[in-house]
């Protein structure tokens, strides 16, 4: 799945979960990368392609008028980090949260628990994905 199409799946979530908004309000998406350790390669580029799909999606208007903004955090490629970094989002006001991480596990787990929608956009393994009859959005 192209980052385009990926991150419009993350606004077609957030458009559902956020109906109340007011128009001038951004869209808040947050994104979990690994920018710093052995996966930083793959959360930049991740995080290239989440830009590059927002600043398309906004020079077209949005989502219903809303504007994306992400807000980016690094899990240091841990996935004790990723854990404590999805609680820090949660609590930012996020619609939706994407993961350029190989940390699904810990990701996913928390999305069920406090029922954000999750996309995972990095290369991995999940078993609350693939055993737990989530809805998974794959970008390969």
């Known amino acids: 799945m192209t980052p ?17 908004a007011h128009a001038q309000e951004p869209l808040r998406v947050g994104v979990i990368s690994s920018r710093s350790g052995p996966f930083a390669v793959l959360g930049e ?11 398309e999606i906004n020079k077209s208007g949005g989502i219903l ?12 490629s841990q996935a004790s980090e990723t854990s404590r970094v999805f609680r820090e989002l949660a609590t930012k006001n996020v619609s939706v ?3 350029n991480t190989d ?9 069920k628990e406090l029922k954000i ?15 737990e009859k989530a809805t998974a959005i794959s970008s390969a």
């Open 4 to 20: 385009i199409r990926l991150l419009a799946a993350a606004a077609a979530a957030i458009v559902l979960s956020v109906a109340a």
């Open 45 to 55: 580029q991740g995080d290239d392609g989440d830009i590059l799909a927002a600043e």
């Open 65 to 76: 008028g809303h504007k994306l903004e992400l807000v980016f955090v690094d899990d240091t």
């Open 103 to 111: 940390n699904a596990d810990a990701a996913t787990a928390l999305a």
């Open 117 to 131: 929608p999750y996309i995972a956009a990095a290369i991995g393994y999940s078993r609350d994905l693939t055993e």
């Open 97 to 99: 949260i994407l993961g």
